[in-house]
């Protein structure tokens, strides 16, 4: 591999572009054209200076933790819900229905991601946010309503196929900021794991100031954070809290309705907002006068401006970093449902035996921890290290992490909580940092009017693992519960050999030849 190369594939955009912005902006300006959105939204960009639009992150926090929420408030309560459907023959095999409950989102996801990426292209991002908004605020509030076991899979089946933010959202971010600002941008919308909880935790002024914030620097994971808090503290509702529920009150006969109602209603509030949601997607054909034009900036900065002339299906720099985001998705999803249900499954079984209250207050304080890590450490992450050497570092000490988990059913106490927060916190940051990196990687892969589109097939891909990973894990969980006697990785020590191994997989994946990165030539 080349100097050049290897440059550009363990750096980011180096920060010398800024220095190069006056030449970059009098060539580009010649490039705008009157009544495109994507053009206006270049000339705010130009306008802000190299400060971050902070107005244009604002919108993409808000939308994305609503589009979040749904994908994980169910964790906490997914056990006790698929206990109460009475489906189950006995208790082993809770963990397989679970599975493919949560695994029906990421079926209908996976069906309909394209789709969503190639109308984001063709009609712009705004309409199918704004659509994806709407389907949350009815499905989520239907999934809560269920009274069968069949129910609960339709509502989840159909919410993942009718919410396509995942990919339009993510090209949101990049387009929204200029090219030093896009790891921040992208740890926005990827941010998987700060809020879930902090809602149920903190008081109203603090939490106030920290989503106002939040709204500038991070959004994705807050959802992925506070959801899990939410389906923790606000499901069943008439046992937690009787004086404020009682048992023939609404939320007593459906006891997981209060959680899902929260998240829909905040869906409702962020669907009214969209309607100052500004557009970026070009309406215009790109010329060859716009190519001549990019390719007059700074060689840097070109590398990353510069359209890409070749099929998604060309694109191997894409398509391998695709392959490392799939591996990673499946883990990262994987680990969700099996650390839910060990910790709420009975100690008998290699359990933590933990109420959906205590898994909460556990993802409460992993979110808290990621929250400072995105707002303050993260960006001097990948300034230092590179998006691909900083996910390389992180996968590695996720393997360490997922090792001290089965030893922890040997503990009680303060020792007990000492080492879960400690391992959740930790497991936290370094899957943020992963998922983050590999985003900003594959994004800047392919030009913007394929951005959508990439964005939805590496949607899809990553929703067909996360469909399995639930199912897999569920299944896996459920086998692991009946060999508590066994010789070999009994009972839950086998499950987190998988994760191991799954991880181990991604790590691979980050090396050549399995990871390609964009060809020198291309930067000149």
């Excluded at 490039?31 to 190299?50: N, T, V, W």
């Excluded at 008998?348 to 556990?362: C, N, Q, R, W």
């Excluded at 230092?384 to 390389?392: K, Q």
Aim: aromatic share 10%; hydrophobic share 50%; proline share 4%.
């Amino acid at each position: 591999m080349s100097s050049v190369e290897e440059a550009l594939l363990l750096k980011p955009p180096p920060s010398t572009v800024v220095c190069h912005r006056a030449a970059a902006e009098a060539v580009a300006a010649a490039c705008h054209h009157d009544g495109c959105p994507g053009c206006a939204m270049d000339r705010r960009k130009e306008s802000l200076g190299g400060r971050i639009p902070i107005r244009e992150l604002s919108f993409v926090s808000a939308t994305t933790l609503a589009a979040s929420l749904p994908i994980t408030c169910l964790f906490p309560f997914m056990y006790f819900m698929v206990r109460d459907f009475n489906v189950a023959k006995n208790e082993e095999d809770i963990g397989s229905y679970a599975g493919f409950l949560a695994a029906s989102y990421m079926i209908g996801r996976a069906t309909t991601s394209i789709f969503w990426g190639i109308a984001a292209d063709r009609l712009g991002r705004k309409p199918v946010i704004a659509f994806s908004m709407l389907s949350v605020v009815l499905l989520q509030t239907l999934f809560g309503l269920s009274t069968k076991y069949w129910m609960a899979v339709a509502a989840r089946l159909l919410l993942g196929s009718l919410n396509g933010i995942l990919g339009p959202i993510k090209a949101y971010a990049i387009e929204v900021c200029q090219t030093e600002h896009q790891a921040l941008g992208l740890s926005v919308v990827i941010f998987r794991a700060t809020l879930r909880t902090l809602f149920a935790n903190l008081r109203v002024v603090v939490l106030l100031k920290i989503v106002l914030y939040l709204q500038v620097n991070t959004a994705w994971g807050v959802g992925l954070v506070i959801g899990p808090g939410l389906g923790g503290y606000l499901a069943q509702p008439a046992e937690k809290y009787q004086r404020a529920f009682s048992k023939e009150s609404i939320f007593g006969r459906f006891p997981y309705l209060l959680p899902c109602l929260v998240v829909s209603l905040f869906a409702a509030i962020v669907l009214l907002s969209c309607i100052w949601l500004p557009e970026t997607i070009h309406k215009h054909k790109i010329t060859e006068k716009d190519i001549k034009i990019v390719k007059a900036l700074p060689s840097q900065q070109a590398h990353w401006d510069l359209p890409r002339k070749k099929s998604l299906l060309q694109n191997w720099p894409w398509m391998s970093t695709m392959a490392s985001y799939c591996l990673f998705g499946l883990h990262e999803t994987a680990y969700s449902e099996i650390l839910s249900l060990w910790a709420v499954s009975d100690r008998k079984y290699g359990g933590l035996s933990f109420s959906s209250g205590d898994i909460g207050e556990v993802l409460a304080v992993a979110g808290a921890s990621l929250l400072v890590y995105q707002l303050i450490i993260y960006h001097w992450v990948n300034k230092f290290l590179g998006p691909l050497i900083s996910s390389r570092i992180a996968s590695a000490l996720s393997i360490l992490v997922l090792a001290t988990f089965p030893f922890m059913t040997y503990l009680s106490g303060s020792k007990l909580s000492f080492a879960l927060y400690a391992a959740t916190m930790t497991r936290s940051v370094l899957g943020i940092t992963i998922s983050t990196a590999m985003c900003l990687i594959q994004n800047n892969a392919v030009r913007q009017d394929q951005r959508g589109t990439a964005n939805g097939i590496s949607t899809t891909a990553m929703s067909f693992f996360k469909a399995v990973a639930p199912l897999g894990a569920g299944v896996l969980f459920s086998w692991a519960q009946k060999r508590q006697n066994a010789t070999f990785f009994p009972g839950d020590q086998v499950v987190f050999l998988m994760l191991i191994l799954v991880q181990l997989a991604g790590l691979t994946s980050t090396f050549e030849p399995f990871l390609v990165m964009p060809a020198a030539e291309e930067c000149r």
